[in-house]
């Protein structure tokens, strides 16, 4: 809960065990509540799940002030039983009013560990060499795209939201996972680590390192945005590309809001035809891919922008999660321009045979989570299986004890109950953070920055890691 949040139920909670008589400060307490709440209001944003403490801080804020003058006798017996009474009830309506807003909590996403502060924007790409094929109109492809950056933070810069326009994409998420559209719409008071379009660092000679990052099939360029930050607080220029009609929702500066075409990927696993319709989707998002680092190498020389000069084009990582995992192998498969690749439960069926039969020669390095390393014999695994050895410079292949596929993500950082909301593996959320985050930064740091490795060659540090190749 957030600061004020947390303080209208403490008032309340001293107030109602506070011993009778109570002294007139002690009495005023769930008046000073509604006080708080309405400050509340102004400062820190409605959200439905705080409505039950509303009315219940209301109610007594209300009463207090009437009775506030009471000259009821407190020591008869009829008081004593009438006051035990709606004290037990009163605290029972506090606890339950208290529980739903810590349960489903302003998600916070952690303050990175690096030494730069950092920036973000957000872009709309328009591609004229390629046609939209998932729209159903007669136009090129349009996406959108995130940039997290080392920034030079200056007064009056705003932090940014976690994501834009949330009050399209967070009933569009709360729906795809199975909950009522309404129940995600706190999403939109989520502030971020970053500034919004803040001046973006000096680089050292020859710019910063740049990391492409492909979201999975139904997610959004933000949904790794905790990764994006830490990787950009240690210098690197982070793209997230959200695919359209792959994405959840897409929603372009003109208001045009793009959703997600299921035709676009078979429902059914077992049709037939999956691995061809997959591999045109993949070959989109990696159209995608090479089309962002044209536009970057673009900017990188074009006077007055803002990356100009910034961007290291001969240092590029890619990673994925998801089918955004296997985007990221095939466009590393094809396009040189990649010097690195991670996948985060790579889906495999999407990529191409030829580089599944032809590997990557970038250094690779997979993460997956014990929910999909577990399906040992599934199609995924036997593709991947399949694919690994042909795979020239790996540097391994990790899963994660007490992990499912969305802790690859920020998803389990919406509640204390992801686990049981579908959204994560009982690992704690905090570890899970700490181990992503530790072998994505050093994955980087050794191959685009040549720095020795403190992860890779070794034992893992962390008891939840199992190293499978």
């Known amino acids: 809960m957030r600061p004020l949040e947390l303080i ?20 005023l307490l769930p008046a000073a509540a509604l006080v708080i709440m309405l400050a509340h209001f102004t400062l820190e944003g409605y959200r439905w799940q705080m409505i039950p403490l509303y009315v219940l801080t209301s109610l007594m804020g209300i009463s207090s002030l009437i009775k506030i003058k ?71 492809r349009r996406f959108m795209i995130q940039i997290w950056y080392p920034a030079e933070v200056k007064a009056g810069d705003v932090r940014a939201p976690w994501m834009s326009n949330a009050k399209i994409y967070a009933p569009a998420i709360a729906t795809y996972i199975n909950l009522p559209s309404y129940f995600l719409n706190h999403l939109a008071l989520v502030e971020i680590p970053a500034y919004k379009d803040a001046q973006v660092a000096a680089s050292d000679a020859g710019g910063f390192p740049v990391i492409l990052f492909s979201h999975g099939w139904n997610g959004f360029n933000a949904q790794n945005t905790g990764q994006a930050l830490e990787l950009a607080s240690h210098g690197y220029v982070v793209i997230g590309i959200q695919h359209t009609y792959g994405a959840v929702v897409t929603v372009f500066p003109d208001g045009t809001v793009a959703p997600n075409n299921p035709n676009a990927l078979p429902e ?41 000069g910034n961007l290291d ?3 590029v990582g890619v990673y994925g999660h ?22 985060m439960d790579p889906f495999m069926r999407p990529v191409s045979t030829e580089v599944i039969e032809n590997g990557v020669s970038q250094p690779s390095f997979f993460m997956f989570s014990q929910g999909w390393a577990d399906l040992t014999d599934s199609k995924n695994n ?11 410079d790996s540097k391994g292949v990790i899963s994660i004890d007490g992990t499912k596929h969305y802790d690859f993500s920020d998803l389990p950082l919406l509640s204390p109950i992801a686990p049981q909301l579908g959204l994560k593996g009982p690992l704690s959320g905090r570890i899970v953070v700490k181990i992503v985050n530790s072998y994505l930064l050093d994955f980087f740091e050794m191959t685009l920055n040549n720095t020795p490795s403190t992860l890779f060659g070794n034992s893992s540090p962390f008891q939840e890691v199992n190293l499978l190749r």
């Open 8 to 27: 209208i139920p403490i008032l309340l909670f001293v107030y109602l065990i506070w011993r009778q008589p109570r002294p007139l400060t002690i009495r």
């Open 382 to 392: 036997q593709i991947f299986n399949r694919f690994y050895p042909n795979v020239s």
């Open 313 to 315: 084009l001969e240092r």
């Open 70 to 140: 009471s000259t009821g006798d407190p020591n008869s017996t009829a008081s004593k039983l009438t006051h035990r009474l709606a004290l037990g009830g009163a605290l029972i309506l506090l606890a339950l009013s208290t529980a739903v807003p810590t349960l489903l909590p302003v998600p916070k996403i952690p303050t990175p560990s690096g030494p730069y502060q950092i920036g973000t924007s957000i872009f709309e790409m328009t591609d004229t060499s390629r046609k939209e094929i998932y729209s159903g109109k007669d136009e090129v």
């Open 322 to 343: 998801s089918t955004g995992g296997g985007a990221a192998i095939q466009f590393c498969g094809v396009d040189s321009r990649c010097k690195a690749v991670l996948g």
């Open 268 to 308: 059914n696993a077992e049709d037939s035809n999956y691995e061809v319709v997959a591999r045109v989707l993949v070959n989109q998002w990696a159209g995608d891919m090479s089309f962002v680092l044209d536009q970057l190498s673009a900017w990188d020389k074009e006077a007055g922008n803002p990356f100009n």
